[in-house]
């Protein structure tokens, strides 16, 4: 359908498309007149001053693919690595944690002597309880999957014994199995 000054009609709307009457600079003002003349979308980038969007060749394109890829592999072995660190925190935490109470029940419990002994014997409670805690995590029985936990507690138990029974070896220059002084 067409207007008698060179217009059509797109649905109720009557648009103005005449050259010699709509120069370019009058009809970008209305929606679609310039564009329609041009042969353009209204709204699309080229008729906002736009080019078009450049395309990747396929070697490109599989660069791309290769960086992204790569990305995607650097970030599942950063997880992996904060995964084991975290583990490793763990067994230090353990380890230490176990040391550090040991100590402190031993200076609350141990004689005047320094000897923290099971009533009765000569043998000493701490090297005890370090050595059942890394035997019973061992048999792999008794702690189910608090194995390697109790495995690290004992450890740290038997280390902190052992730095008792080295300091007492330094300031005696006797060997024996008993930790106090």
Known sequence: MTSEMGGSSIGARKIAFDKSICAPESTKSLPGTYSMMRGVTPGHPSEKGFSTMPMLTPSEMHKVQSIVSSAHKAKERARELAKEYQEDAKVVAETVGAATVMGFVRGKMEAADGSWNIPGTSVDIEGVAGLALVGASLSRKVFGKHDADA???????????????????????????????
């Open 151 to 181: 495995l690290q507690a004992g450890a740290g138990i038997l280390a902190h014994y052992a730095g008792q029974l080295a300091r007492k070896f330094a300031k005696t220059g006797t060997f024996s199995l008993v930790a106090g002084d």
